[in-house]
Nanobody, 114 residues
Framework: QVQLVESGGGLVQAGGSLRLSCAAS????????MGWNRQVPGKYRELVAT???????DYADSVKGRFTISRDNNLNTVYLQMNSLKPEDTGVYYC????????WGRGTQVTVSS
């Protein structure tokens, strides 16, 4: 079992920045992928960014150049630095861990006002 706890969401004006964190605990595989997805009511949950335990990152086209995903393997923590935020970035951001099994966090709300 893996537990994920997200933090760092909030309300920000368009153009602002937020940093999300997700700490994993439990039985952590040495080889794993962590990432962020987001969801707004009535829409599917979409991938935002992922990063492997070796540091290879991938991003949705909509956030490339604005968001940066990083991780600290010693702390089993993944971060999402979000800059130049837009109202369309609003949603609940969920952390995901994939290793020996796949797990989701409970989500953290990000609201970007215009």
């Amino acid at each position: 079992q893996v537990q994920l706890v997200e933090s760092g969401g909030g309300l920000v004006q368009a153009g602002g920045s937020l940093r999300l964190s997700c700490a994993a605990s439990g039985v952590i595989s040495s080889i794993n992928t962590m990432g962020w997805n987001r969801q707004v009511p009535g829409k599917y949950r979409e991938l935002v960014a992922t990063i492997t335990s070796s540091g290879s990152a991938d991003y949705a086209d909509s956030v490339k150049g604005r968001f940066t995903i990083s991780r600290d393997n010693n702390l089993n923590t993944v971060y999402l630095q979000m800059n130049s935020l837009k109202p369309e970035d609003t949603g609940v951001y969920y952390c995901r861990y994939s290793g020996h099994g796949s797990y989701w966090g409970r989500g953290t709300q990000v609201t970007v006002s215009s």
